[in-house]
């Protein structure tokens, strides 16, 4: 087989890159990293929370929780939760759990109040992507001062309820995060 004079320089180059960034890479890869997230009993708990802290205001939602690379963890559709909750919080979770840190937010909320109130901000490119929501009802998992992962609830009759199920479930295992 021969390769086209053209293909075979792009080849070298390639070879050539690889050969002198592949050792500066190896260099810093030294070990294992450490990923933190919640316990699957700490993660069912936070969702069982939230649906019922919804349950009680008479809001059928659906909590999920992920960790900081969007990794379903614990899932709890509430009794009456309609099939697309699944999804919606699924959004919010990730999107509070990937973009907001990013962002500097803590929540899909902070991010909608700032768009809001920002004229001619725009999300085209970040709302095209798949799963990000800038609807109220996700909140960033932070273990100190380091987010770990995301909480969604959808469902309730507007995402500021959404908001206040997710903020509750995690208030109530707050201490348990160290």
Do not use: W
Not at 4 to 13: D, G, I, N, T
Not at 94 to 115: G, H, M, N, Q
Not at 128 to 153: H, K
């Amino acid at each position: 087989m021969r390769l086209r004079p053209q293909m075979a320089s792009v080849l070298r180059s390639v070879s050539f890159a690889a050969l002198v960034f592949v050792p500066a890479v190896a260099a810093d890869a030294q070990g294992l990293l450490t990923k933190k997230r919640l316990s699957a009993v700490l993660a069912m708990e936070a969702v069982g929370e939230a649906v019922a802290q919804c349950a009680k205001s008479g809001y059928a939602v659906t909590a999920i929780i992920v960790d900081n690379e969007g990794v379903r963890q614990a899932v709890l559709r509430g009794d009456g939760a309609a099939v697309h909750t699944l999804d919606s919080a699924y959004a919010k979770a990730y999107t509070a759990a990937s973009l907001a840190p990013v962002r500097k937010e803590d929540s899909t909320k902070a991010i909608f109040e700032r768009l809001s109130k920002t004229p001619g901000m725009t999300t085209a490119g970040l709302a095209s992507l798949p799963n990000v929501t800038f609807t109220p009802g996700g909140v960033t998992i932070m273990a100190g001062t380091e987010p770990i992962g995301g909480i969604g609830v959808g469902g309730a009759p507007g995402g500021n309820f959404d908001d206040d199920c997710a903020r509750a479930a995690l208030a109530k295992i707050k201490d348990r995060m160290k």
